[in-house]
């Protein structure tokens, strides 16, 4: 292994990125531009929900309450907490959808003169469940009125109003969501331009020529893999541009966070593709697979427009097969809740296992080939 030698794959790649414009506007312009493009196209709004259950009241009616809204199974109570300040970590964590919080006194507001009211803490990162999950909080709170009024119907029952506040998107607004969620769709351009680079030295010959050289296998791919994820984190950078100061999508993040784990997601994506590579000759091949693997799977299945499936095992496993799905996760974090790196550790350390793993394929298919 040479690093003079990698580095002069690194230079004679960035060259290459830079003196053919069309070449330059899909590395670095093109995801900023689909951004752009995108986000007014998928900008509308709209399973199974687990909520985190805070009852002040106590009592057998608010118990019949919640066995009311859970009774089929598309609400479950996934937690029973004892104070407001556990909800937040398991909001943050993403390991409920919401919390619902029963006032005490709940009982007796049923039967009084005022109807009573249970608050709604949802998860606004994702504004396409979150209406829906309100709605149905409201019309099964409906439901419980109308059944314990004909349970008991010499007494008065009032409706039960849900009072909802939304967390880390008040507005609920659907752009502040689909927004980042779309950069996991739209830094695909970068992975697509390494695709072609790849095949294009078979096409054209050239790949012979550097083979009779001095420079290895790794040195090659590594060079090549290292231009490019430089030239897309420009690429990154323009994209949360167009995503702050054009769209105004709050980025509480830290800066420096994203650009690396923006960086993981490129190796995980462009590790593959180097696996890719390795067997289609022709760029119009590659771009096919590339589309096909990553681009067109990734507006349904990475959780971007609706959460990631729990119904089979089947579409679960093609769901977190995807860089794309773990990147979602990570740019709405990132954007809306302002984690840190440590925070999101888990889904960086999968995208990094992808790269790493696919990359090291990558290398021992390519020195077969060559030999």
Known sequence: MSLRRATAIVRKEILHITRDPRNLFLVIGSPAFLLFLLSYIFSFDIGQFKI???????????????DSLTGDQDLTVAY??????????????????????????FANAVHGEQPPQVQAIVDGTDPFSAPQLIGSLSARSEIFAASAGAAQPGQQVQPVEVRTQAWYNASLKSMNSMVPGLLAIVLIMP??????????????????????????????????????????????ALALAVAVFWFRVPFRGNLAVYLLLAADYFLACMGATVVIAGFVKSQQTAMFIV??????????????????????LGSMLASYAMPSTHFVALSRSLFLKGLGLDQVLQPALVLLGMGLGALAVGLLRFKKRVR
């Open 80 to 105: 029973t907490v004892s104070s407001y300040g556990e909800i937040d970590p398991l909001l943050v964590s993403g390991k409920i959808d919401a919390a619902l919080v029963i006032p005490p006194g």
């Open 291 to 312: 589309l096909i693997i990553f681009i067109v799977p990734s507006f349904f299945l990475s959780g971007m427009i609706s959460p990631v499936s729990s119904g089979s």
């Open 191 to 236: 992975t697509m331009a390494l695709a072609l680079a790849l095949t294009r030295e078979k096409e054209t010959g050239t790949l012979e020529g550097l083979i009779a050289t001095p420079v290895s296998a790794a040195e090659y791919l590594l060079g090549k893999l290292l231009a490019y994820i430089a030239a897309g984190l420009i690429s990154a």
């Open 52 to 66: 985190a259950v805070l009852d002040f009241d106590r009592t057998a009616l608010s118990r019949i309450y919640l």
